[in-house]
């Protein structure tokens, strides 16, 4: 398959940028669903929406860390029955590549007994610059102020962000995951790689990387901050529970 590709010796822990970006790109033209289960090694890391979720599965992929029959996705032969690439979006694509732990309970993925037995990861971001970094994903220009409180006083982005990182901390009420902080991305990912049991990699990979960190203290007002703190909540309780204030 596509996925296949991404760790295979075509691409070793040396390989280019360009060649990273260009299994990617295929990688997600096929894929509407990936979820990481090591039923082998009882771990599971969980692609919250603009968080590095992207580069965390392929270095995963890379060190060795994930074969290919621990990945769930929507291509043929992977495990989410197809009845459900519906369930979070009627595109099936923006939300449904980002599955929870308790939709992959829902889906026969896992059991809940493996869901409180197994280690579970996720990234958590500061919510501000998790928004920011959706919005101009969304854009795919460099925000403005102009378009920066349009998209804010619309609602929008209502893809990539509409999935609090609230909803991925729990199954059936009870907390499972292994919160890393996406602020040291680099060591905490390396953390993730060795309790997944890869090999070392010289380099941690970065996908996509985003300016939302300088982006911050140029577009947000108290006005905006106030809007977007109303709209996750939840997830600034949970970020500050975990990490302190943002």
């Not at 970006?21 to 096929?30: G, H, I, K, Y």
């Not at 590095?52 to 992977?78: C, K, N, W, Y």
């Not at 040291?184 to 300016?211: C, T, W």
Request: hydrophobic fraction near 35%; charged fraction near 25%; glycine fraction near 8%.
């Amino acid at each position: 398959s596509l996925a296949d590709q991404a760790c295979k010796a075509q691409v070793g822990p040396q390989g280019g940028l360009d060649q990273w970006r260009q299994v990617l790109s295929n990688f997600q033209a096929a894929s509407e669903v990936v979820i990481v289960i090591s039923h082998r090694n009882q771990f599971g890391f969980f692609r919250i929406p603009k968080t590095a979720g992207t580069s965390t599965e392929f270095m995963l992929r890379q060190s060795g860390a994930v074969r290919e029959d621990d990945i769930a996705s929507g291509m043929p032969s992977h495990g989410i029955p197809e009845q459900n690439l519906g369930i979070l979006d009627p595109t099936r694509y923006e939300l449904a590549i980002h599955g929870t732990p308790q939709d992959a309970v829902n889906w026969g993925l896992l059991t809940e007994g493996q869901a409180l037995a197994y280690d579970l990861f996720v990234f958590l971001r500061d919510p501000f610059d998790r928004y920011v970094s959706a919005c101009a994903h969304k854009r795919l220009t460099p925000l403005d102020q102009s378009a920066f409180e349009h998209l804010v006083r619309s609602g929008a982005p209502k893809g990539q962000v509409v999935r609090r990182q609230s909803e991925y901390i729990k199954v059936n009420g009870v907390e499972v995951v292994t919160p890393l902080d996406f602020r040291h991305y680099e060591s905490e990912a390396r953390r993730l790689l060795l309790r997944a049991g890869g090999e070392g990699l010289s380099a941690v990979p970065r996908m996509n990387q985003s300016l939302a960190r300088e982006r911050k203290l140029a577009y947000y007002s108290a006005a905006t901050r106030q809007r977007i703190h109303e709209r996750f909540s939840e997830d600034f309780a949970l970020y500050e529970r975990f990490f302190g204030t943002t």
